[in-house]
């Protein structure tokens, strides 16, 4: 008997780590369940995408003409190719990180999959890239968390400042998960073209 309980308290422990990580992403707000559930299992300690989640969009480095900062953490340009507003139509999608006080943030611009945008950058002159209507370029600023009903919380809480964007690919569809530097909130979204966004699932990294 006493073999039984042991054996018992040894699946217990085994089985633990499960379930601390399975609740340590809590979802806090809605508009498709089974869909935001499934986003909740593939978001981990820290709000990082899962490895597979991660490997659906191709990075690759973009080198600009002239001399830049010699630290990538806080200037580097990427781009991909992939349908980021699912219109069935590949986007060219340019995601840069820039440091603001000696921290990385996050933005992204998207022009059509065949336009010259990139030969025309250079480290002195940017412009060719910020003048784009589609984008997201929040640095220094805030991304509410207002879409969706949260009647436990007020005020509602609300990304600043510092941004990590992790688009992905799920089922075929294209979505973007949205965090800060604080890594307690992410926000799945659809990406809708021009700095408009439909926000899904609202995801809380809960306390262990």
């Not at 945008?117 to 207002?146: C, I, N």
């Amino acid at each position: 008997m006493a073999m039984k309980r042991t054996w018992m308290g040894s699946l217990l422990v085994a089985m633990l780590p499960t379930f601390v990580s399975a609740a340590s992403v809590e979802l806090a707000a809605y508009s498709d369940k089974p869909l935001c559930e499934k986003m909740a299992k593939l978001f981990g300690e820290g709000l990082n995408a899962a490895p597979e989640l991660s490997r659906t969009v191709e990075w690759t480095a973009v080198e600009l003409k002239g001399e830049g900062p010699k630290i990538r953490r806080c200037s580097s340009l990427d781009k991909a190719n992939m349908d980021l507003n699912n219109d069935g139509r590949d986007d060219l999608v340019v995601k840069t990180t820039f440091c603001m006080k000696g921290a990385p943030s996050e933005s992204f611009y998207v022009f059509p999959a065949n336009s010259p945008v990139l030969d025309q950058l250079g480290w002195q002159d940017m412009s060719p890239l910020l003048a784009t209507h589609d984008k997201f370029e929040r640095t220094g600023g805030t991304y509410p968390l207002t879409s969706l009903p949260m009647d436990k919380l007020s005020p509602s809480p609300a990304l600043s400042t510092l941004f990590t964007i992790q688009p992905f690919r799920l089922d075929g569809v294209a979505y973007i998960g949205l965090t800060d530097a604080r890594r307690e909130w992410m926000v799945i979204a659809k990406y809708r073209g021009g700095e408009r966004f439909e926000d899904l699932c609202y995801l809380h990294a809960g306390t262990n």
